[in-house]
């Protein structure tokens, strides 16, 4: 197969970048969309020209940190997938694709395709956690956890942080993925004693953060990876408000 | 140099209980006025970054990601091991200890896989407080299954993604430490060299991936949580950062490296389809619960196939070889993990695999379909057709399945003691990165828990007993030592980058994962090692003279990333091929041809292995030295395995 890449090029966070077109050949249909860009970086290297950087690391849709937004969406064409787990099958021969980082002020980008996305790490250390010391915790079966509740929290768990909700977003929010955290810890047991307070503190993170409000359109759940679910923001928008008005007296 | 376990005195059962009392302990005051370096933020790192502050430590965690989250632990599918005996099906502490020394094939040491065991317990309770939402049961409860051929169900998980939820949970724990101000955080931070003063570890020099900033840090103690080295055969299922540098960096700096050779080959992996392939795919091994593994029975039979003339599914009952079924009557398509790799590699040896490379056989799931309809089926691996579809194109709920054996993880790693603490005092090694539990072949679900037993229950203890013997005073990152191993960073990148060769990065570390895989893999001989050797020598001479890595230290460079890698495992593969080569017995991962039964099985000599290969770097381009650690086992009878 045979592509037109138009690849967004950026030497680093000051530079002001521009799309560049690389025309590459003999692409096998097998291929991930990230093996595809190794090979052209193999070319790149033997003309001495700086490779493409981008982020990546398990290859297989789960760490969360390849990030490519490609051709208009983030991850690509194919729903409930990765940008790895993206392969060159689901493309046309001859096809031109243009591919860009994330965008949105909250993830500055770091290089090429790479973007800092610490913004995420900082909402979560605001209170994405249930405040439990090693040691001195009760015993798993202690408190029986009902079936339907624990699959429920695993759906809401499963967000890898990639950040394809806040790319998909046009005003860069990134409510489905603190929603998700927020409700996963809000529906166990464990979690639930500071539910409250939590969903305070990692809103006030968020906001500060500059990520943009939500106008329930719903494009982050279309294009998240893992179908984290609209209903997680509104079990957030509950625990928000109940904490809003519990904090009043 | 007297290589000591520090092994308690004691009964089995009493040593880690008696151990922890005797500790000396950090009055709660002091605990403040010291530091500690983590490199890594896996299970190990995460967990151990936040077990330490919450005592009170400083903690600073270093990882190469952009965000502690990605850890390669993220990774792991099936499941975490726990003596919990929640089923009431036999399991103990007891049980899960022999099953781990008897599934290493003898060739842990008893204390530290007593103590893993005996942990293992608090590890669920611990996830379970964080949030962690493994399966539970309609009552509520716990849910486990059986795992890599255990005869109890003691595995918990979390549907197909149990690494991800635990390792939140650690990465939540971490942040919450982060928060409080006793963690600082260094994401896309690289670990380039372990500093010593006065014989022991008191710093690292890292590299930021970002701006290429070299940079010091000083600390009371290091600890080393830095992940497996599997990517020294280029494919392999870790994630593809994975690498040798932390630990390999340590071992120049005096650390020992312990049977590095020890490889696991899992045999349930999407196989190879193309030289552009970056990274193997594992398929969890509960598949083999329900998929039947075949070759065709003739060699022709298998190239009409392969030609594409002939459909799998075509093929007669007869026409198949069950060839576990056959060979392992009692085990069947459950033999552990490195006899039925072995296994796949011997029929695709013969010419009979398939997949238009030969090197694959089939998982066959249509008896099982047949017998438990699709829906069941759906019900179980749902998820793990879809991926198989997703990367293949092809469906296995219509044909067969193709899997092949790749690399999954590595057994050896840097030497402990009893501690985990290196021969280097100061410096710790825990995780994967350290080589300690897991014998000469690792269970399957037992690396998380060793992880997380490292990071939450024994480094907390064994790294305060250190710290209680030595001076609050700091060293300042301005000491010559510092200075020194920066200057000696900065001399490497310099070197990397005016070499401008020909020759890309990758195109070397694929050139070393060919030689290691040919002859350092799933079986060895001395013939093959020997060539391995003088190959991978002169690979890494030529690396040196004819690499091409572009741009600069001060930018985000992948290429140079990567070189100084590779660099590493340059060495660390001819390491690899000394201890397989001088290791004349076959033993878990370790297949040595020249040593097997009559029936083809691996042949274990206790006379003369029974020890831990513990190596010492004397120099560039030096021969490592061997010291041995011998192995007692007083409490388990030494049993050759069988699984016919
Ligand atoms: C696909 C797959 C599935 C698996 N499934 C299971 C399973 O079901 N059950 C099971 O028990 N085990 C499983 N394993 C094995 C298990 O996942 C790993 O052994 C374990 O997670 C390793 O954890 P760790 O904390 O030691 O290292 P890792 O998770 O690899 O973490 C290494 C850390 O070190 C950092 N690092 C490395 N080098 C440097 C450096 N030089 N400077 C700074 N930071 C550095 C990295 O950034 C990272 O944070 C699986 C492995 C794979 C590959
Ligand atoms: S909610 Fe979905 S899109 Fe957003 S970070 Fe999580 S996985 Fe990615
Ligand atoms: S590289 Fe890990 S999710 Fe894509």
């Not at chain 1, 982020?55 to 983030?74: F, V």
């Not at chain 1, 529906?187 to 409000?213: T, Y």
């Not at chain 2, 890595?549 to 091929?577: C, H, P, W, Y």
């Not at chain 2, 409490?635 to 699984?643: A, D, E, G, I």
Request: charged share 25%.
């Amino acid at each position: 197969m045979k592509f037109n890449l138009k690849i967004w090029r950026q030497k680093n966070n000051q530079d002001k970048g521009a799309f560049k077109t690389y025309e590459l050949d003999g692409v096998s249909s097998d291929m991930s969309f990230l093996e595809m860009i190794d090979v052209l970086n193999e070319q790149l290297i033997d003309k001495d020209e700086d490779p493409v950087h981008f982020d990546h690391d398990c290859r297989e849709g789960i760490c969360g940190m390849c990030s490519m937004y490609i051709n208009g969406e983030p991850h690509g064409p194919l729903r409930g997938v990765t940008t790895c787990q993206l392969h060159m099958r689901s493309f046309q021969d001859g096809e031109t694709i243009t591919i860009e980082p994330w965008r949105a002020s909250a993830f500055p980008v770091v290089k090429d395709l790479a973007v800092d996305r610490s913004a995420f790490d900082r909402v979560i250390q605001a209170g994405g956690y249930v405040s439990v010391n090693t040691g001195g915790t009760p015993d798993a079966n202690e408190i029986p956890i009902p079936k339907s509740v624990a699959d429920e929290a695993f759906d809401s768990a499963t967000c890898i942080g990639c950040g394809a909700c806040v790319a998909a977003c046009k005003n860069a929010s990134a409510m489905l993925f603190v929603s998700a955290k927020i409700s996963q810890l809000s529906m166990l047991p464990q979690g639930k004693v500071e539910g409250a307070e939590r969903a305070q503190k990692m809103v006030a993170q968020m906001d500060e953060e500059g990520f943009g409000a939500c106008t329930n359109t719903g494009a982050c759940s279309a294009e998240c990876p893992k179908g984290i679910d609209l209903s997680n923001i509104a079990r957030m928008n509950r625990e928000y408000l109940g904490a809003k008005i519990g904090s009043q007296d | 140099m007297n290589l000591e376990s520090k092994i308690p005195e004691g009964p089995l059962a009493e040593k880690w209980t008696n151990h922890k009392f005797n500790v000396k302990l950090v009055n709660p005051a002091n605990k403040r006025k010291y530091d500690v370096i983590v490199v890594g933020t896996g299970l190990a790192g995460a967990s151990a970054s936040a077990s330490l502050a919450e005592l009170g430590y400083n903690v600073k965690a270093f990882c190469f990601q952009d965000s502690p989250r990605r850890a390669h632990s993220i990774a792991a599918q099936g499941g975490i091991n726990a003596a919990k005996n929640y089923q009431n099906d036999g399991d103990s502490v007891y049980r899960l200890f022999y099953d781990t020394i008897k599934g290493g094939d003898y060739r842990s040491r008893e204390a530290n896989v007593y103590r893993l065991a005996e942990v293992s317990v608090n590890i669920i309770d611990q996830c379970v407080a964080q949030g962690v939402p493994f399966a539970r049961e309609y009552g509520g409860l716990l849910a486990n299954r059986s795992f890599g051929g255990a005869q109890v169900s003691r595995t918990f998980y979390a549907r197909g993604q149990t690494g991800q939820q635990l390792l939140l949970g650690a990465y939540s724990a971490l942040s919450r430490q982060v928060a409080n101000g006793k963690v600082e955080l260094f994401p896309r931070t690289e670990m380039l060299d372990l500093v010593m003063v006065d014989g022991k570890a008191r710093g690292i020099v890292t590299r930021n991936l970002v701006t290429g900033k070299i940079e010091s840090h000083s600390a009371h103690a290091v600890v080393l949580a830095s992940g497996g080295y599997g990517n020294v055969f280029y494919l392999s299922t870790n994630a593809m950062g994975s690498n040798v540098t932390a630990a390999w960096r340590a071992h120049k700096k005096g650390a020992l490296m312990a049977n590095p050779c020890y490889t696991q080959i899992h045999p349930t992996c999407i196989p190879v389809s193309g030289d552009h392939q970056s990274k193997l795919t594992l398929m969890s091994e509960s598949l083999r619960n329900d998929g039947r593994v075949w070759v065709p029975k003739t060699k022709e039979l298998a190239e009409k196939i392969r030609n594409k003339e002939i459909h799998p599914n075509d093929l007669s009952e007869d026409e198949r070889d069950y060839y576990l079924e056959t060979k392992y009557p009692a085990f069947g398509n459950l033999v552990p993990r490195d006899v039925a790799s072995r296994n796949a590699k011997y029929v695709c040896d013969e010419g009979r695999g398939v997949n238009s490379s030969g090197k694959a056989v089939y998982l066959d799931f249509r008896d099982a379909i047949n017998r438990d309809g699709e829906d069941t089926i759906a019900g179980k691996y749902g998820n793990l057709f879809d991926m198989y579809r997703q990367i293949t194109g092809s469906n296995p709920y219509k044909e067969p399945m193709m899997i092949y054996p790749a690399v999954h993880y590595t057994m050896g790693g840097l030497w402990v003691d009893y501690n985990l603490k290196t021969n280097v005092d100061g410096l710790y090694a825990t995780g994967e990165s350290n080589f300690s539990d897991h014998g000469a072949n690792r269970l399957g679900a037992s690396a998380l828990m060793q992880g997380l037993a490292d990071g939450y229950f024994v480094l907390p203890y064994t790294i305060g007993n250190y710290l209680a013997g030595e001076k609050y005073e700091k060293i300042g990152t301005d000491h010559e030592a510092f200075k020194e191993a920066e200057k000696s960073v900065k001399e490497n990148i310099d070197k990397l980058l005016s070499i401008k060769g020909t020759k890309s990065v990758d195109q070397y570390h694929k050139e070393l994962g060919k030689v290691m895989w040919d002859y350092c893999g799933m079986s060895r001989t001395a013939e093959g090692l020997k060539k391995a050797k003088d190959l991978v020598r002169e690979l890494r001479a030529d690396f040196w003279k004819n690499v091409k890595v572009l741009g600069t230290n001060e930018e985000f460079n992948s290429s140079l990333e990567k070189a100084s890698r590779v660099a590493d495992f340059l060495e660390q593969g001819e390491l690899m091929i000394d201890d397989a080569l001088h290791r004349e017995e076959s033993c878990g991962g370790h297949f040595r041809e020249e040593h097997q039964t009559p029936e083809g099985e691996a042949k274990r000599n206790d006379e003369d292995f029974a020890y831990v290969a513990a190596w010492e770097y004397t120099g560039p381009e030096q021969p490592e030295k061997l010291h041995k650690e011998q192995l007692i086992f007083e409490n388990v009878k030494l049993t050759q395995r069988s699984y016919k």
